[in-house]
Protein backbone atom coordinates (compact mmCIF):
# COMPACT_ATOMS: atom_id res chain seq x y z
CA UNK A 1 0.00 0.00 0.00
CA UNK A 2 1.59 3.12 -1.18
CA UNK A 3 1.20 6.37 1.31
CA UNK A 4 -1.21 8.25 -0.08
CA UNK A 5 -3.66 5.66 0.21
CA UNK A 6 -2.37 5.00 4.06
CA UNK A 7 -3.44 8.35 5.44
CA UNK A 8 -6.35 8.41 3.47
CA UNK A 9 -7.77 5.63 5.06
CA UNK A 10 -6.51 6.31 8.11
CA UNK A 11 -8.21 10.15 7.91
CA UNK A 12 -11.43 8.48 6.82
CA UNK A 13 -11.19 6.10 9.51
CA UNK A 14 -10.63 8.79 11.98
CA UNK A 15 -13.52 10.83 10.50
CA UNK A 16 -15.77 8.30 10.68
CA UNK A 17 -14.98 7.45 14.33
CA UNK A 18 -16.03 10.89 15.13
CA UNK A 19 -19.24 11.05 13.66
CA UNK A 20 -19.96 7.52 15.56
CA UNK A 21 -19.26 9.15 18.37
CA UNK A 22 -22.51 11.16 18.08
CA UNK A 23 -24.42 7.90 17.91
CA UNK A 24 -22.22 6.49 20.47
CA UNK A 25 -23.57 9.63 22.90
CA UNK A 26 -27.10 9.45 22.19
CA UNK A 27 -27.11 5.03 23.44
CA UNK A 28 -24.87 6.20 26.20
CA UNK A 29 -27.36 8.96 27.08
CA UNK A 30 -30.43 5.83 27.31
CA UNK A 31 -28.01 3.31 28.72
CA UNK A 32 -27.02 4.97 31.44
CA UNK A 33 -30.14 7.18 32.55
CA UNK A 34 -31.81 3.56 32.38
CA UNK A 35 -29.13 1.59 34.55
CA UNK A 36 -28.88 4.46 37.27
CA UNK A 37 -32.98 4.44 37.26
CA UNK A 38 -33.28 0.55 37.52
CA UNK A 39 -33.85 1.27 41.62
CA UNK A 40 -36.42 3.41 41.04
CA UNK A 41 -38.55 1.64 38.09
CA UNK A 42 -37.76 -1.95 40.45
CA UNK A 43 -39.56 -0.34 43.54
CA UNK A 44 -42.13 1.97 42.05
CA UNK A 45 -42.77 -0.13 38.71
CA UNK A 46 -44.99 1.99 35.58
CA UNK A 47 -46.81 3.62 38.85
CA UNK A 48 -44.03 5.87 38.85
CA UNK A 49 -45.59 7.86 36.21
CA UNK A 50 -48.79 8.14 37.80
CA UNK A 51 -48.28 8.56 41.45
CA UNK A 52 -48.06 12.48 43.03
CA UNK A 53 -46.61 11.28 46.21
CA UNK A 54 -42.78 12.81 46.55
CA UNK A 55 -41.29 12.14 49.94
CA UNK A 56 -38.10 11.45 50.53
CA UNK A 57 -38.37 10.45 54.48
CA UNK A 58 -41.07 7.96 53.45
CA UNK A 59 -39.13 6.72 50.61
CA UNK A 60 -41.98 7.12 48.30
CA UNK A 61 -42.17 9.14 44.92
CA UNK A 62 -44.01 9.85 41.97
CA UNK A 63 -43.27 11.79 38.87
CA UNK A 64 -46.83 12.58 38.14
CA UNK A 65 -46.55 16.21 39.42
CA UNK A 66 -43.18 17.02 37.42
CA UNK A 67 -44.31 15.62 34.35
CA UNK A 68 -47.99 17.53 34.27
CA UNK A 69 -45.81 20.76 35.27
CA UNK A 70 -43.74 20.56 32.13
CA UNK A 71 -46.50 19.82 29.60
CA UNK A 72 -48.83 23.10 31.32
CA UNK A 73 -45.77 25.41 31.15
CA UNK A 74 -45.18 23.99 27.39
CA UNK A 75 -48.64 24.13 26.39
CA UNK A 76 -48.60 27.20 27.28
CA UNK A 77 -45.60 28.87 26.15
CA UNK A 78 -46.74 27.18 22.79
CA UNK A 79 -50.14 28.74 23.02
CA UNK A 80 -48.55 32.24 23.36
CA UNK A 81 -45.78 32.17 20.95
CA UNK A 82 -46.67 30.21 18.24
CA UNK A 83 -49.38 32.80 16.92
CA UNK A 84 -46.76 35.43 17.71
CA UNK A 85 -44.02 33.55 16.05
CA UNK A 86 -46.19 32.91 13.12
CA UNK A 87 -47.32 35.91 12.43
CA UNK A 88 -43.72 37.53 12.90
CA UNK A 89 -42.44 35.36 10.38
CA UNK A 90 -45.58 36.74 8.36
CA UNK A 91 -44.38 40.34 8.25
CA UNK A 92 -40.65 39.79 8.51
CA UNK A 93 -41.33 38.35 5.32
CA UNK A 94 -42.82 40.88 3.51
CA UNK A 95 -41.24 43.86 5.12
CA UNK A 96 -38.97 45.90 2.92
CA UNK A 97 -35.83 43.90 3.12
CA UNK A 98 -33.71 46.41 5.28
CA UNK A 99 -36.29 46.79 8.10
CA UNK A 100 -36.66 42.88 7.78
CA UNK A 101 -33.25 42.00 7.77
CA UNK A 102 -32.93 44.52 11.10
CA UNK A 103 -35.38 42.99 12.96
CA UNK A 104 -34.71 39.51 12.16
CA UNK A 105 -31.32 39.32 13.48
CA UNK A 106 -32.89 41.72 16.61
CA UNK A 107 -35.51 38.60 17.26
CA UNK A 108 -32.42 35.85 16.91
CA UNK A 109 -30.43 37.69 19.60
CA UNK A 110 -33.27 37.01 21.62
CA UNK A 111 -32.15 33.20 21.16
CA UNK A 112 -28.41 33.94 21.85
CA UNK A 113 -29.30 35.41 25.78
CA UNK A 114 -28.38 33.07 28.18
CA UNK A 115 -31.20 31.20 29.78
CA UNK A 116 -30.23 31.95 33.06
CA UNK A 117 -30.35 35.82 32.42
CA UNK A 118 -34.18 35.10 31.30
CA UNK A 119 -34.46 33.31 34.92
CA UNK A 120 -33.39 36.32 36.94
CA UNK A 121 -35.02 38.62 34.54
CA UNK A 122 -38.04 36.68 35.32
CA UNK A 123 -37.65 36.42 39.23
CA UNK A 124 -36.93 40.12 39.56
CA UNK A 125 -39.04 41.95 37.07
CA UNK A 126 -41.69 39.23 35.65
CA UNK A 127 -42.85 37.91 38.86
CA UNK A 128 -43.14 41.22 40.44
CA UNK A 129 -45.04 42.69 37.98
CA UNK A 130 -47.40 39.83 37.30
CA UNK A 131 -47.83 39.62 41.22
CA UNK A 132 -48.73 43.45 41.43
CA UNK A 133 -50.02 43.90 38.19
CA UNK A 134 -51.30 41.75 35.82
CA UNK A 135 -52.81 38.53 38.06
CA UNK A 136 -54.81 41.09 40.26
CA UNK A 137 -56.09 43.04 37.15
CA UNK A 138 -57.28 39.77 35.67
CA UNK A 139 -58.38 38.11 38.90
CA UNK A 140 -60.08 40.90 40.47
CA UNK A 141 -60.24 43.92 38.14
CA UNK A 142 -61.70 42.03 35.18
CA UNK A 143 -63.56 39.65 38.10
CA UNK A 144 -62.11 36.66 36.27
CA UNK A 145 -62.02 34.73 39.32
CA UNK A 146 -65.85 34.65 39.43
CA UNK A 147 -66.36 33.09 36.11
CA UNK A 148 -67.70 29.41 37.20
CA UNK A 149 -65.34 27.22 35.05
CA UNK A 150 -62.54 29.42 33.46
CA UNK A 151 -62.12 31.24 37.50
CA UNK A 152 -60.97 27.68 39.36
CA UNK A 153 -58.36 27.36 36.31
CA UNK A 154 -56.78 30.33 36.23
CA UNK A 155 -56.81 30.60 40.73
CA UNK A 156 -56.30 28.08 42.61
CA UNK A 157 -57.15 27.51 46.00
CA UNK A 158 -53.38 28.65 46.88
CA UNK A 159 -54.03 32.03 45.29
CA UNK A 160 -51.30 33.79 43.39
CA UNK A 161 -47.83 35.07 43.84
CA UNK A 162 -46.35 35.53 41.39
CA UNK A 163 -44.58 32.80 40.49
CA UNK A 164 -46.22 29.37 39.02
CA UNK A 165 -46.96 27.91 35.42
CA UNK A 166 -48.66 31.43 34.16
CA UNK A 167 -44.88 33.31 34.84
CA UNK A 168 -42.57 30.65 33.79
CA UNK A 169 -45.17 29.71 30.58
CA UNK A 170 -44.63 33.59 29.45
CA UNK A 171 -40.66 33.40 29.74
CA UNK A 172 -40.51 30.30 27.98
CA UNK A 173 -43.13 32.01 24.64
CA UNK A 174 -40.46 34.20 25.10
CA UNK A 175 -36.85 31.95 24.98
CA UNK A 176 -38.59 30.00 21.85
CA UNK A 177 -40.53 32.81 20.19
CA UNK A 178 -37.10 33.19 18.15
CA UNK A 179 -36.18 29.68 16.81
CA UNK A 180 -40.01 29.17 16.02
CA UNK A 181 -40.01 32.41 14.22
CA UNK A 182 -36.76 31.72 12.13
CA UNK A 183 -37.89 27.91 10.89
CA UNK A 184 -41.39 29.76 10.09
CA UNK A 185 -39.26 32.51 8.29
CA UNK A 186 -37.88 29.79 6.09
CA UNK A 187 -40.82 28.16 5.18
CA UNK A 188 -42.57 31.29 4.45
CA UNK A 189 -39.74 32.05 1.79
CA UNK A 190 -39.99 28.84 0.48
CA UNK A 191 -43.38 29.01 -1.37
CA UNK A 192 -43.06 29.60 -5.19
CA UNK A 193 -43.71 33.42 -5.95
CA UNK A 194 -45.88 32.20 -8.63
CA UNK A 195 -48.54 30.57 -5.77
CA UNK A 196 -48.70 34.09 -4.51
CA UNK A 197 -48.83 36.08 -7.06
CA UNK A 198 -51.34 33.94 -8.66
CA UNK A 199 -53.10 34.62 -5.12
CA UNK A 200 -53.19 37.75 -4.98
CA UNK A 201 -54.35 37.39 -9.25
CA UNK A 202 -57.72 36.46 -8.24
CA UNK A 203 -58.18 38.71 -5.77
CA UNK A 204 -56.87 37.62 -2.28
CA UNK A 205 -56.07 39.67 0.37
CA UNK A 206 -52.56 39.20 2.22
CA UNK A 207 -54.27 37.40 5.01
CA UNK A 208 -56.24 34.93 3.10
CA UNK A 209 -52.91 34.20 0.56
CA UNK A 210 -50.87 33.50 3.84
CA UNK A 211 -53.82 31.22 5.74
CA UNK A 212 -54.74 29.40 2.23
CA UNK A 213 -51.96 29.38 -0.09
CA UNK A 214 -48.61 29.86 2.15
CA UNK A 215 -49.23 27.81 5.11
CA UNK A 216 -50.68 25.00 3.23
CA UNK A 217 -48.08 24.94 0.99
CA UNK A 218 -45.46 24.79 3.77
CA UNK A 219 -47.56 22.99 6.53
CA UNK A 220 -45.40 20.34 7.19
CA UNK A 221 -42.43 23.00 7.73
CA UNK A 222 -44.75 24.55 9.95
CA UNK A 223 -45.10 21.60 12.47
CA UNK A 224 -41.20 20.65 12.21
CA UNK A 225 -41.13 24.16 13.96
CA UNK A 226 -43.89 23.39 16.03
CA UNK A 227 -41.82 20.36 17.12
CA UNK A 228 -38.49 22.55 17.70
CA UNK A 229 -40.56 25.33 19.47
CA UNK A 230 -42.15 21.83 21.55
CA UNK A 231 -38.65 20.64 21.96
CA UNK A 232 -37.00 23.72 24.14
CA UNK A 233 -39.64 24.69 25.99
CA UNK A 234 -40.09 21.04 27.08
CA UNK A 235 -36.45 20.93 28.19
CA UNK A 236 -35.90 24.45 29.41
CA UNK A 237 -34.05 24.41 32.86
CA UNK A 238 -33.05 27.81 34.33
CA UNK A 239 -35.29 29.92 33.37
CA UNK A 240 -38.55 27.78 34.70
CA UNK A 241 -36.31 27.09 37.79
CA UNK A 242 -36.42 30.67 38.98
CA UNK A 243 -40.08 31.69 38.22
CA UNK A 244 -41.99 28.10 38.59
CA UNK A 245 -41.96 28.24 42.66
CA UNK A 246 -40.98 25.06 43.35
CA UNK A 247 -43.60 22.93 44.72
CA UNK A 248 -44.19 19.01 44.63
CA UNK A 249 -47.52 19.50 43.34
CA UNK A 250 -50.37 18.58 40.70
CA UNK A 251 -51.09 21.87 38.45
CA UNK A 252 -54.23 22.87 39.81
CA UNK A 253 -54.88 26.37 38.06
CA UNK A 254 -52.45 28.60 35.90
CA UNK A 255 -51.34 30.88 38.70
CA UNK A 256 -50.07 27.84 41.07
CA UNK A 257 -46.51 27.10 41.60
CA UNK A 258 -45.81 23.65 40.61
CA UNK A 259 -42.23 22.02 39.33
CA UNK A 260 -41.37 21.16 36.39
CA UNK A 261 -39.03 18.06 35.32
CA UNK A 262 -36.12 19.56 34.49
CA UNK A 263 -36.60 22.34 37.83
CA UNK A 264 -37.49 18.77 40.06
CA UNK A 265 -34.00 17.74 38.80
CA UNK A 266 -31.79 20.84 39.12
CA UNK A 267 -33.45 21.56 43.00
CA UNK A 268 -33.03 18.16 44.42
CA UNK A 269 -30.36 16.30 42.41
CA UNK A 270 -27.24 17.41 44.68
CA UNK A 271 -28.70 16.52 47.58
CA UNK A 272 -30.49 13.25 47.20
CA UNK A 273 -29.01 9.80 47.31
CA UNK A 274 -29.85 6.18 47.00
CA UNK A 275 -33.40 5.49 45.89
CA UNK A 276 -34.60 9.30 45.76
CA UNK A 277 -31.21 9.72 43.42
CA UNK A 278 -32.45 6.82 41.34
CA UNK A 279 -35.97 8.29 41.29
CA UNK A 280 -34.18 11.75 40.18
CA UNK A 281 -32.49 9.65 36.91
CA UNK A 282 -35.89 8.07 36.47
CA UNK A 283 -37.71 11.52 35.79
CA UNK A 284 -34.27 12.19 33.74
CA UNK A 285 -35.07 9.75 31.49
CA UNK A 286 -39.01 10.00 31.38
CA UNK A 287 -37.41 13.80 30.36
CA UNK A 288 -34.85 12.11 27.86
CA UNK A 289 -37.66 10.10 25.83
CA UNK A 290 -40.04 12.91 25.97
CA UNK A 291 -37.91 15.50 24.12
CA UNK A 292 -36.39 12.49 21.89
CA UNK A 293 -39.91 11.66 20.46
CA UNK A 294 -40.59 15.35 19.91
CA UNK A 295 -37.25 16.00 18.07
CA UNK A 296 -37.55 12.98 15.85
CA UNK A 297 -40.71 14.14 14.43
CA UNK A 298 -39.38 17.68 14.43
CA UNK A 299 -36.51 16.35 12.19
CA UNK A 300 -38.79 13.94 10.17
CA UNK A 301 -41.19 16.78 9.28
CA UNK A 302 -38.09 19.60 8.61
CA UNK A 303 -36.83 16.86 6.72
CA UNK A 304 -39.32 16.32 4.18
CA UNK A 305 -39.60 20.47 3.51
CA UNK A 306 -35.39 20.53 3.41
CA UNK A 307 -34.84 20.75 -0.28
CA UNK A 308 -37.51 22.76 -1.11
CA UNK A 309 -36.37 25.48 1.70
CA UNK A 310 -33.14 25.49 0.10
CA UNK A 311 -31.23 23.76 2.92
CA UNK A 312 -28.21 20.85 1.94
CA UNK A 313 -28.93 17.98 4.27
CA UNK B 1 -57.04 18.19 -8.54
CA UNK B 2 -60.84 18.10 -7.63
CA UNK B 3 -63.00 20.98 -8.67
CA UNK B 4 -65.49 22.80 -6.40
CA UNK B 5 -69.11 23.50 -7.22
CA UNK B 6 -69.46 27.04 -7.61
CA UNK B 7 -72.29 27.25 -5.60
CA UNK B 8 -70.66 25.76 -2.51
CA UNK B 9 -68.47 28.41 -2.30
CA UNK B 10 -68.59 30.50 0.84
CA UNK B 11 -69.43 34.08 -0.20
CA UNK B 12 -67.50 36.42 2.26
CA UNK B 13 -67.89 40.21 2.48
CA UNK B 14 -65.53 42.22 0.72
CA UNK B 15 -65.88 44.17 4.17
CA UNK B 16 -65.03 41.25 6.55
CA UNK B 17 -62.50 39.55 4.39
CA UNK B 18 -60.51 43.51 4.52
CA UNK B 19 -61.17 43.87 7.95
CA UNK B 20 -59.53 40.69 8.98
CA UNK B 21 -57.04 41.18 6.59
CA UNK B 22 -56.39 44.83 8.58
CA UNK B 23 -56.40 43.31 11.71
CA UNK B 24 -53.93 40.29 11.04
CA UNK B 25 -51.41 43.56 10.19
CA UNK B 26 -51.68 44.93 13.26
CA UNK B 27 -51.30 42.24 15.01
CA UNK B 28 -48.54 41.12 13.05
CA UNK B 29 -46.37 44.83 13.98
CA UNK B 30 -48.08 44.19 17.83
CA UNK B 31 -45.93 40.66 17.72
CA UNK B 32 -42.69 41.77 15.95
CA UNK B 33 -42.80 45.06 18.47
CA UNK B 34 -43.71 43.06 21.56
CA UNK B 35 -40.38 40.77 20.82
CA UNK B 36 -38.49 42.79 20.14
CA UNK B 37 -39.11 44.87 22.98
CA UNK B 38 -39.05 42.14 25.00
CA UNK B 39 -35.37 41.99 24.00
CA UNK B 40 -34.92 45.81 24.98
CA UNK B 41 -36.33 45.43 27.72
CA UNK B 42 -34.41 42.18 29.08
CA UNK B 43 -31.28 44.09 27.68
CA UNK B 44 -32.22 47.51 29.47
CA UNK B 45 -33.11 45.61 33.04
CA UNK B 46 -29.48 43.72 32.75
CA UNK B 47 -27.56 46.73 31.83
CA UNK B 48 -29.52 49.41 34.58
CA UNK B 49 -28.78 47.06 37.38
CA UNK B 50 -25.56 45.32 36.53
CA UNK B 51 -24.02 48.95 35.76
CA UNK B 52 -23.80 49.81 39.84
CA UNK B 53 -22.06 46.74 40.50
CA UNK B 54 -18.98 46.87 38.29
CA UNK B 55 -15.65 48.26 39.21
CA UNK B 56 -12.59 47.65 38.90
CA UNK B 57 -12.64 45.65 42.56
CA UNK B 58 -15.33 43.38 41.28
CA UNK B 59 -13.24 42.37 38.04
CA UNK B 60 -10.07 41.62 40.19
CA UNK B 61 -11.16 40.06 43.36
CA UNK B 62 -12.53 36.24 43.88
CA UNK B 63 -16.07 36.26 44.83
CA UNK B 64 -16.38 35.96 48.99
CA UNK B 65 -19.07 34.75 51.27
CA UNK B 66 -21.37 37.00 52.12
CA UNK B 67 -20.45 39.99 54.63
CA UNK B 68 -16.59 39.83 53.44
CA UNK B 69 -15.69 42.96 52.12
CA UNK B 70 -14.16 43.17 48.28
CA UNK B 71 -16.06 40.27 47.08
CA UNK B 72 -15.80 39.98 42.93
CA UNK B 73 -16.22 37.77 39.97
CA UNK B 74 -12.51 37.55 38.91
CA UNK B 75 -12.33 33.70 39.87
CA UNK B 76 -15.67 32.75 38.34
CA UNK B 77 -14.76 34.58 34.93
CA UNK B 78 -11.35 32.81 34.77
CA UNK B 79 -13.43 29.44 35.69
CA UNK B 80 -15.94 30.03 33.12
CA UNK B 81 -13.32 31.04 30.80
CA UNK B 82 -10.90 27.59 31.46
CA UNK B 83 -14.17 25.54 31.17
CA UNK B 84 -15.17 27.02 27.48
CA UNK B 85 -11.80 27.14 26.00
CA UNK B 86 -11.44 23.10 27.49
CA UNK B 87 -14.83 22.22 25.95
CA UNK B 88 -13.66 23.72 22.89
CA UNK B 89 -10.20 21.80 22.92
CA UNK B 90 -12.04 18.94 23.85
CA UNK B 91 -14.85 19.49 20.96
CA UNK B 92 -13.69 21.11 18.28
CA UNK B 93 -11.00 18.53 16.53
CA UNK B 94 -13.56 15.60 16.96
CA UNK B 95 -16.26 17.63 15.47
CA UNK B 96 -14.74 19.40 12.91
CA UNK B 97 -13.57 15.99 11.90
CA UNK B 98 -17.28 14.26 12.35
CA UNK B 99 -18.58 17.02 10.42
CA UNK B 100 -15.69 16.57 7.03
CA UNK B 101 -16.98 12.59 7.45
CA UNK B 102 -20.54 13.60 6.67
CA UNK B 103 -19.69 16.09 4.27
CA UNK B 104 -17.35 14.46 2.28
CA UNK B 105 -17.75 10.76 2.71
CA UNK B 106 -20.88 9.99 3.95
CA UNK B 107 -23.11 12.72 1.79
CA UNK B 108 -25.25 9.62 0.25
CA UNK B 109 -24.76 7.02 2.45
CA UNK B 110 -27.43 5.40 4.89
CA UNK B 111 -24.80 5.50 8.11
CA UNK B 112 -24.02 9.33 7.21
CA UNK B 113 -27.67 9.95 7.06
CA UNK B 114 -28.68 8.25 10.05
CA UNK B 115 -25.61 10.43 11.78
CA UNK B 116 -26.85 13.59 10.61
CA UNK B 117 -30.21 12.69 11.82
CA UNK B 118 -28.68 11.81 15.12
CA UNK B 119 -26.82 15.13 15.50
CA UNK B 120 -30.01 17.09 14.74
CA UNK B 121 -31.90 15.38 17.03
CA UNK B 122 -29.24 15.86 19.40
CA UNK B 123 -28.88 19.71 19.42
CA UNK B 124 -32.55 20.29 20.92
CA UNK B 125 -32.06 17.43 24.04
CA UNK B 126 -32.14 18.89 27.34
CA UNK B 127 -29.14 20.17 28.39
CA UNK B 128 -29.51 19.18 31.79
CA UNK B 129 -29.68 15.33 30.77
CA UNK B 130 -25.88 15.94 29.59
CA UNK B 131 -25.38 17.34 33.19
CA UNK B 132 -26.89 13.84 34.67
CA UNK B 133 -24.68 11.79 31.78
CA UNK B 134 -21.57 13.59 33.05
CA UNK B 135 -21.88 13.13 36.75
CA UNK B 136 -22.11 9.36 36.34
CA UNK B 137 -19.42 8.65 34.12
CA UNK B 138 -16.97 11.19 35.20
CA UNK B 139 -18.31 12.75 39.13
CA UNK B 140 -18.74 9.10 40.90
CA UNK B 141 -16.24 7.63 39.16
CA UNK B 142 -13.84 9.95 40.40
CA UNK B 143 -15.72 10.83 43.45
CA UNK B 144 -15.27 14.90 42.95
CA UNK B 145 -17.06 17.53 41.26
CA UNK B 146 -14.73 19.13 39.08
CA UNK B 147 -14.21 21.80 36.46
CA UNK B 148 -12.96 18.88 33.72
CA UNK B 149 -16.59 17.52 33.95
CA UNK B 150 -18.21 21.06 33.45
CA UNK B 151 -15.97 21.23 30.32
CA UNK B 152 -16.49 17.65 28.56
CA UNK B 153 -20.36 18.14 29.46
CA UNK B 154 -20.10 21.57 27.60
CA UNK B 155 -18.02 19.86 24.88
CA UNK B 156 -21.22 17.11 24.62
CA UNK B 157 -23.30 19.89 23.95
CA UNK B 158 -20.78 21.88 21.19
CA UNK B 159 -20.33 18.93 19.58
CA UNK B 160 -23.39 18.62 17.53
CA UNK B 161 -23.46 21.91 16.96
CA UNK B 162 -20.29 22.40 15.51
CA UNK B 163 -20.36 19.08 13.23
CA UNK B 164 -23.59 20.30 11.67
CA UNK B 165 -22.32 23.84 10.52
CA UNK B 166 -19.09 22.12 9.29
CA UNK B 167 -20.92 19.93 7.45
CA UNK B 168 -22.88 22.89 5.68
CA UNK B 169 -19.97 24.95 5.30
CA UNK B 170 -17.52 22.08 3.80
CA UNK B 171 -20.44 21.53 1.66
CA UNK B 172 -20.39 25.05 -0.49
CA UNK B 173 -17.15 24.34 -1.39
CA UNK B 174 -17.62 23.72 -5.11
CA UNK B 175 -16.49 20.27 -6.03
CA UNK B 176 -14.39 21.93 -8.60
CA UNK B 177 -12.03 22.45 -5.94
CA UNK B 178 -11.73 18.92 -4.57
CA UNK B 179 -11.20 17.66 -8.13
CA UNK B 180 -8.46 20.46 -9.05
CA UNK B 181 -6.88 19.18 -5.42
CA UNK B 182 -7.14 15.38 -6.15
CA UNK B 183 -5.70 15.94 -10.08
CA UNK B 184 -3.01 17.43 -9.12
CA UNK B 185 -1.46 14.13 -6.77
CA UNK B 186 -2.93 15.44 -3.11
CA UNK B 187 -3.63 12.85 -1.33
CA UNK B 188 -7.46 13.14 -0.30
CA UNK B 189 -6.65 14.07 3.34
CA UNK B 190 -4.78 16.56 2.13
CA UNK B 191 -6.99 17.88 -0.46
CA UNK B 192 -9.23 18.24 2.53
CA UNK B 193 -7.67 19.85 4.81
CA UNK B 194 -5.31 22.02 2.83
CA UNK B 195 -8.12 23.19 0.31
CA UNK B 196 -11.43 22.27 1.29
CA UNK B 197 -10.88 23.70 4.98
CA UNK B 198 -9.33 26.52 3.85
CA UNK B 199 -11.71 27.47 1.75
CA UNK B 200 -14.34 27.59 4.32
CA UNK B 201 -12.61 28.57 6.91
CA UNK B 202 -14.75 31.77 7.10
CA UNK B 203 -17.78 29.75 8.19
CA UNK B 204 -15.88 26.82 10.15
CA UNK B 205 -14.72 29.94 12.20
CA UNK B 206 -18.55 31.59 12.84
CA UNK B 207 -19.79 28.12 13.80
CA UNK B 208 -17.22 27.77 16.25
CA UNK B 209 -16.96 31.06 17.97
CA UNK B 210 -21.34 31.02 17.89
CA UNK B 211 -21.45 27.52 19.82
CA UNK B 212 -18.50 28.88 22.05
CA UNK B 213 -21.00 31.77 22.54
CA UNK B 214 -24.15 29.33 23.14
CA UNK B 215 -22.06 27.54 25.75
CA UNK B 216 -20.66 29.41 27.94
CA UNK B 217 -23.78 31.03 29.09
CA UNK B 218 -25.11 27.16 29.95
CA UNK B 219 -26.02 26.46 33.40
CA UNK B 220 -27.80 23.39 33.72
CA UNK B 221 -25.13 21.26 32.80
CA UNK B 222 -22.33 22.68 35.16
CA UNK B 223 -24.74 22.38 38.25
CA UNK B 224 -24.13 18.97 38.29
CA UNK B 225 -20.64 19.08 37.56
CA UNK B 226 -18.54 21.56 37.94
CA UNK B 227 -20.92 22.93 40.94
CA UNK B 228 -19.44 26.37 42.16
CA UNK B 229 -16.60 27.44 44.82
CA UNK B 230 -15.68 30.66 46.03
CA UNK B 231 -12.12 30.27 45.26
CA UNK B 232 -9.39 30.47 42.27
CA UNK B 233 -9.90 27.80 39.75
CA UNK B 234 -6.63 26.35 40.40
CA UNK B 235 -7.68 22.82 40.82
CA UNK B 236 -9.57 22.47 37.71
CA UNK B 237 -9.40 19.01 37.66
CA UNK B 238 -9.89 17.81 40.92
CA UNK B 239 -12.44 20.28 42.50
CA UNK B 240 -15.31 22.40 42.38
CA UNK B 241 -14.69 25.15 40.05
CA UNK B 242 -16.47 29.02 39.89
CA UNK B 243 -18.24 29.50 36.73
CA UNK B 244 -20.05 32.66 36.26
CA UNK B 245 -23.53 30.83 34.90
CA UNK B 246 -24.00 29.06 38.14
CA UNK B 247 -22.42 31.85 40.33
CA UNK B 248 -25.46 34.23 38.78
CA UNK B 249 -27.65 31.28 39.85
CA UNK B 250 -26.59 31.03 43.56
CA UNK B 251 -26.71 34.98 44.18
CA UNK B 252 -30.10 35.24 42.41
CA UNK B 253 -32.08 32.51 44.17
CA UNK B 254 -29.95 31.08 47.79
CA UNK B 255 -29.41 34.39 48.80
CA UNK B 256 -31.88 37.37 50.46
CA UNK B 257 -29.38 40.38 50.60
CA UNK B 258 -29.88 42.92 48.00
CA UNK B 259 -25.82 43.25 47.74
CA UNK B 260 -25.86 39.86 46.06
CA UNK B 261 -28.53 39.81 43.74
CA UNK B 262 -26.29 43.57 42.23
CA UNK B 263 -23.74 41.46 42.74
CA UNK B 264 -25.59 38.74 40.48
CA UNK B 265 -26.96 41.55 37.92
CA UNK B 266 -23.15 42.66 37.37
CA UNK B 267 -22.25 39.08 36.75
CA UNK B 268 -25.24 38.61 34.70
CA UNK B 269 -24.00 41.69 32.40
CA UNK B 270 -20.77 41.01 32.05
CA UNK B 271 -21.68 37.22 30.57
CA UNK B 272 -24.14 39.01 28.72
CA UNK B 273 -22.09 41.42 26.95
CA UNK B 274 -19.48 38.62 26.47
CA UNK B 275 -22.01 36.55 24.32
CA UNK B 276 -23.77 38.95 22.37
CA UNK B 277 -20.69 40.78 21.75
CA UNK B 278 -19.45 37.82 19.87
CA UNK B 279 -22.24 36.95 18.24
CA UNK B 280 -22.89 40.12 16.89
CA UNK B 281 -18.88 40.49 15.59
CA UNK B 282 -19.26 37.31 13.89
CA UNK B 283 -22.51 37.82 12.25
CA UNK B 284 -20.95 41.17 10.97
CA UNK B 285 -17.83 40.21 9.99
CA UNK B 286 -18.56 37.17 8.49
CA UNK B 287 -21.30 38.95 6.53
CA UNK B 288 -19.23 41.33 5.22
CA UNK B 289 -16.86 38.81 4.14
CA UNK B 290 -19.04 36.60 2.41
CA UNK B 291 -20.22 39.20 0.76
CA UNK B 292 -17.35 40.69 -0.98
CA UNK B 293 -15.85 37.78 -2.36
Keep these: ?313 | MNTIPLNTVRRRPLFFRKTADFGVRVFSVFAVTLAVAAMAWILFTVVSRGVPAIDWGFLSNPSKPYGVPDSGIANALLGTLFITLCAAALAVPLAVAAGIYLSEFGRKSKLGAMLRFSANVMMGLPSIIVGLFVYTILVVTTGHFSGFAGAVALAIIMFPLIMRTTEDMLAMVPDALRESGLALGMSRARTTLCIVCRAAKNGLLTGILLSLARVSGETAPLLFTAMFADAWPDRFFSEPTANMPVLITEYATNSPFEEMHTAGWGAALVIMLAVLAVNIFTRIAFRERARER
Excluded at chain 1, 3 to 28: N, Q, V, Y
Excluded at chain 1, 68 to 74: F, V
Excluded at chain 1, 229 to 241: D, I, K, P, S
Design chain 1, 1 to 313: MNPPKATDSFFKTFCLACACLIGLLMLSFFVQLFVNSSEAWREFGLGFLFSSEWDPVAGKFGAFPSIAGTLLTTAIALAVALPLAFVSALYLTDAPPAIGRVLSQAIDLLAAIPSVIYGMWGLFVLAPLMQNHVQPFLTETLNLQAVPVLGGLLVGEHGFNGFGFFTAGLILALMILPYVCAIMRDVFKMTPAVLRESAYGIGCTKWECAKDVVMKYGIRGLLGGVFVGLGRALGETMAVLFVIGNIMDVPAALFDSGTTIAATLANNFAEADGLQRSALFALGLVLLVMAFGIQVFAQYYLHLTSSKRGERS
